[in-house]
């Protein structure tokens, strides 16, 4: 159980392709962030929400908080994450990657590094809404969301220009760890969930892990007997 590191979840996306909210769809007799939330507490003494609908999430019965710069995509949420954050390091994971591993999660906490954010590079990309994140990113993150007003003024190419936390990350460091050579590692650990037919295949990841571990405990009740 880790104390010194806050584990952040971010659910600010706003679902348009799923068609509803995508962090309150339920599995089971779950919702996927409940999911979420239940396993960074088997990892995590400190978790917070960052989320711009609170009546939404009261059920979570998490410290909650808002984008501080509202409508500036994920780093607005990374940035109130480390704002609001009681440690100097934040492990941040958006809600709609409901695959991820554990062991995933406990590599990229216990990896040495003195850069202030450590991220994986996996499936092609690299994934920038599961990692650690430093309290020290905070002045350039501000920066960053603040230069959004002078984007109107500039041309439609240079709108188009990268995400803006791979922007901050390339600024300022970043470890980006090789994931796919992790002996762990699977396509599915940064599954992210935009539609139905991909909450459909989680719905049927999730349910097979769960009969999976509910089949263990039977067999060593039974070995018990």
């Known amino acids: 159980m880790y104390n010194d590191i806050t ?3 971010l659910s600010g996306g706003k ?7 995508k962090s309150l769809m339920k599995i089971g007799d779950k919702t996927v962030i409940e999911r979420l939330k239940d396993q960074l507490q088997e990892i995590f003494s400190k978790i917070i929400l960052i989320a711009n609908e609170p009546e939404e999430y009261s059920f979570l019965k ?4 808002p984008d501080i710069y509202p409508g500036r995509g994920p780093l607005s949420g990374i940035h109130s994450a480390l704002v609001n954050s ?3 390091k934040c492990f941040i994971i ?17 990896y040495k590094t003195d850069k202030p954010i450590t991220i ?4 092609g990309f690299i994934q920038q809404l599961c990692g650690i994140y430093h309290k020290s990113l905070i002045a350039e993150a501000e920066k960053i969301l603040l230069d959004k007003d002078q984007a109107e003024e500039r041309s439609t190419e240079q709108k188009k220009r990268k995400c803006r936390v791979l ?17 762990f590692y699977s396509e599915d650990m ?26 263990k405990v039977e067999d060593f009740s039974r070995a018990l007997d």
């Open 7 to 9: 584990a952040c979840i």
């Open 15 to 21: 679902s348009t392709r799923m068609g509803e909210n």
């Open 62 to 65: 998490l410290p909650l908080y």
């Open 86 to 88: 009681t440690t100097d």
């Open 94 to 110: 958006a809600s709609d990657i409901p695959l991820m591993k554990g062991e995933m999660i406990e590599y990229l906490i216990s």
């Open 120 to 123: 994986a590079r996996a499936n």
């Open 167 to 183: 922007e901050m990350a390339e600024r300022l460091g970043a470890e980006i760890i090789d994931a796919e050579k992790l002996t």
């Open 190 to 215: 940064y599954y992210n969930m935009n539609r139905q037919s991909e909450f459909r295949y989680v719905s049927l990841r999730l349910s097979s892990q769960v009969n999976a571990a509910q089949k």
